[in-house]
């Protein structure tokens, strides 16, 4: 694309944007997901819609080693298959976690249908964000507000985390929308959130450090890493086209989450990795440095902005804040990991040329 089209396009960024974000509303309504499953899979469905309840009675692991081993050939639609993915991952979690304490051996009864359609999807037999946040929501009015379909313990709390990990998502909508349609330059100011979510992580999990047996399916136990936001494609979308560059252990981290984010995504953050930046700065075109620096900006700014919330997280929390250290990034300390992560961000900014 040549300068001259880039730097059109530029300054119809505003224009692009308001047009995405009325689109992004659109798909945002036109994708909304499945909430029922064929009658065949009430069974499953009861279980999920129950799960506090089963957990908090201390009855969810009876209950799903009488479950009948269901076929998955009454499953036809991508949505069918990603809800049904979502209940029995929220079953299994239940499951190993019932007790406070993990369950070593996942019942074939539920190991089998799982890990069929955790293959047939591409995702690793875990809940992951594509799960629990892109696929766990329904309108809840006519006026655009959204529900979790399957709430887990913690109530209002935890339906809130998804709830506001799914709006930051809508909010990238347009920036995303922008990189698809190949606009090098856009910006992502509206992808601020106070939010929240940070799941327990199975691998390198103290309470469950040799993972977990899928029985008829694995005899070794699985260690799988647990749902996280960082798992968000959106963000690495972003860091692809910008070309924001990590290093070492955070690029390898980064990459190793993108192995539970689903193919499509991971396909369209490797097609958005290019050399734009490189590119830019070789037109030596201050418009352009800058449009491109604001946009790195804002993804400086949106990552401060999660550092404060982790590090207020970390403060309310108390004990669990303690245990976020020792998690999730192979144990290496997290407030390093994410301001590595932002500092990597700052990096990418250019030194704009001087105006002739
Ligand atoms: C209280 C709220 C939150 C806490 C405590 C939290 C915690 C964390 C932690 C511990 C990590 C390190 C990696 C990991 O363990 O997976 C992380 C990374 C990450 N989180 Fe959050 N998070 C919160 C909210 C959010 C929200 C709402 C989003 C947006 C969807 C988000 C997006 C990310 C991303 C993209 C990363 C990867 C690092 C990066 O690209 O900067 N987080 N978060």
């Not at 249908?113 to 999807?121: D, F, G, I």
């Not at 590119?279 to 201050?286: D, Q, R």
């Amino acid at each position: 694309m040549g300068i001259f089209s880039i730097l059109g396009l530029c300054l119809l960024t505003h224009f692009f944007l308001s047009l995405c974000f009325d689109f992004s509303i659109l798909l945002f309504h036109g994708l909304l997901l499945q909430t029922k499953l064929p009658d065949y899979y009430e069974v499953w469905m009861d279980i999920a819609c129950n799960l506090t309840h089963l957990i908090e009675s201390r009855t969810l692991r009876d209950v799903v080693q009488k479950m009948p081993e269901l076929s998955l050939h009454h499953l036809h639609s991508h949505r069918e298959l990603r809800l049904a993915r979502l209940a029995l991952g929220i079953i299994t979690m239940g499951y190993v976690w019932q007790e406070g304490q993990m369950a070593p051996v996942l019942p074939r009864n539920i190991a089998v249908p799982y890990c069929l359609l955790s293959q047939k999807l591409c995702l690793p037999p875990i809940l992951v964000y594509a799960d629990l946040v892109l696929a766990n929501w329904k309108l809840k009015d006519p006026n655009g507000n959204i529900e979790v379909i399957f709430s887990l313990p913690g109530g209002e709390t935890c339906s809130g985390f998804l709830i506001v990990s799914m709006l930051v998502e809508k909010a990238a909508g347009p920036g995303i929308m922008v990189c698809t349609s190949i606009v090098p330059i856009f910006h992502i100011s509206t992808l601020y959130s106070s939010s929240v979510i940070g799941m327990n992580q199975w691998r390198n999990n103290p309470m469950l450090p040799n993972g977990l047996v899928y029985e008829d399916i694995s005899d070794e136990p699985v260690l799988l890493s647990g749902g996280s936001a960082g798992q968000s494609s959106s963000i690495q979308c972003f860091d692809a086209l910008l070309c924001v560059q990590h290093s070492d252990e955070t690029a390898a981290f980064l990459a190793h989450i993108r192995e539970y984010m689903p193919a499509p995504h991971q396909r369209l953050i490797h097609s958005l990795s290019g050399s734009l930046r490189d590119f830019i700065m070789s037109c030596s075109n201050p418009d352009l440095c800058r449009s491109y620096n604001s946009c790195i900006t804002a993804l400086l700014d949106l990552r401060n902005y999660h550092i404060n919330t982790v590090a207020k997280y970390r403060l309310c929390t108390g004990g669990v804040g303690m245990a976020l250290d020792s998690r999730g990034t192979g144990g290496s300390n997290i407030m390093g990991f994410l301001k590595t992560v932002r500092n990597n961000t700052q990096n990418a900014l250019i030194a704009e040329p001087q105006e002739m």
